[in-house]
């Protein structure tokens, strides 16, 4: 019964690398997000789509990816993996638009480790 | 100014004390405003979202102050298990979290 799925779980690869991780969530939201929090737990968001398209980008280096097949899946690709890529990510979900008042449920995340 | 500031803490209690957050934030733009839950290792939750009259869950109390543009979460009766890091969420057009304000609660 798993709201929001992320996989892997737990991913450890080398510099240079290409990787990607899968979301899905059974909540029927139309909005879901990528967030990557860091060694100093700041949680921060990096992509956002509503219906398949992207409407937050924020800043994130072109090696990042995003691809939403359909509103209930965003997969995250990353080019070229980086030490400081090193976090975990977390994808998420909303029903409405990202501003509005409706709760953001997470998935359990996924561990990158780039070595 | 940060768009969304909290004190990292961490916030050392006994079990049984009454602990408050506060969380600022820079867009008086914004809407919508929560707390989040994130224990160590998990993924946060929804702890509760906060309402311009304030509002309460058990032990649990949110305020917002939207001309001083900040928002509180005030802990009644500590319990062990209340330990973890508390995130506000403000957004406007993005959702924006706070660090996180670490709480421990001990015996």
């Known amino acids: 019964d798993t709201a929001v799925s992320q996989t892997p779980k737990y991913l450890v690869t080398q510099m240079g690398n290409d990787k990607s991780i899968k979301c899905e969530q059974n909540?029927?939201?139309?909005?879901m997000y990528w967030y990557k929090q860091d060694s100093k737990k700041f949680l921060k968001i990096m992509f956002s789509?509503?219906?398949?398209?992207?409407?937050i980008n924020e800043t994130v280096p072109n090696r990042f990816s995003p691809k939403s097949p359909d509103k209930a899946h965003l997969n995250l690709h990353i080019n070229s993996l980086e030490l400081g890529d090193s976090a975990v990510y977390f994808c998420?979900?909303?029903?409405?638009?990202?501003?509005?008042?409706?709760?953001?449920?997470f998935g359990e995340g996924s561990w990158l480790t780039v070595v | 100014r940060k768009e969304v500031e909290q004190d990292p803490g961490p916030f050392n209690v006994p079990e049984g004390a009454t602990v408050a957050f506060n969380c600022t934030y820079s867009?008086?733009?914004?809407?919508?405003f929560f707390w989040y839950r994130q224990d160590c290792r998990k993924e946060p939750k929804l702890l509760m979202s906060?309402?311009?009259s304030g509002n309460e869950d058990g032990r649990f109390t949110a305020q917002l102050n939207r001309a001083s543009q900040y928002i509180s979460l005030l802990i009644r009766d500590s319990k062990l298990s209340d330990s973890a890091t508390y995130l506000c969420?403000?957004?406007?057009?993005?959702?924006?979290f706070g660090r996180g304000t670490s709480l421990i609660v001990h015996p």
């Open positions: 998420a979900s909303s029903q409405g638009q990202a501003n509005s008042g409706n709760t953001i449920y």
């Open positions: 909540l029927g939201h139309d909005t």
């Open positions: 789509y509503n219906n398949k398209e992207l409407i």
């Open positions: 867009n008086s733009a914004s809407q919508s």
């Open positions: 906060v309402y311009s």
């Open positions: 969420v403000v957004k406007s057009y993005i959702p924006t």
